[in-house]
């Protein structure tokens, strides 16, 4: 995969197949929010914060290629609600992290209802 790092035209052909592939289902945002409910119940628990931060990452990632990022918002939200109601939520610090993370890829208007 290095070896095409500096082809434009192949990155462009991956970036646009893999944002093809991930929005072919509709269930995509639900699916990217339920991976990011269950890393932040249960899936950060014992990592360092380094091994965090790539979880968070991967996050990040996944949101950026989902282009029905309002149906995503409605379900994240859900999920982060159930989380934080239910106590079931890990990490404070990193459910900040996450959604510093979605306001800076994403804009302040997205998260304001968070």
């Known amino acids: ?53 790539v979880v968070l990452d991967k996050a990040i990632v996944l949101i950026r290629y989902l282009l029905d990022r309002d149906m995503f918002q409605t379900y994240y939200q859900r999920h982060l609600a159930r989380r934080l109601l239910h106590g079931k939520s890990e990490s404070h610090d990193v459910e900040k992290q996450i959604i510093s993370r979605m306001k800076q890829e994403l804009g302040q208007q997205f998260t304001s209802k968070f």
Do not use: H, P, W
């Open 1 to 53: 995969v290095q070896c095409f790092q500096d082809d434009l035209i192949i990155q462009t052909c991956l970036t646009k197949s893999f944002s093809d592939f991930i929005n072919m289902f509709a269930r995509s945002s639900e699916y990217v929010s339920l991976f990011i409910d269950d890393n932040l119940k249960r899936g950060i628990r014992g990592k360092t914060e380094a091994e965090v931060d």
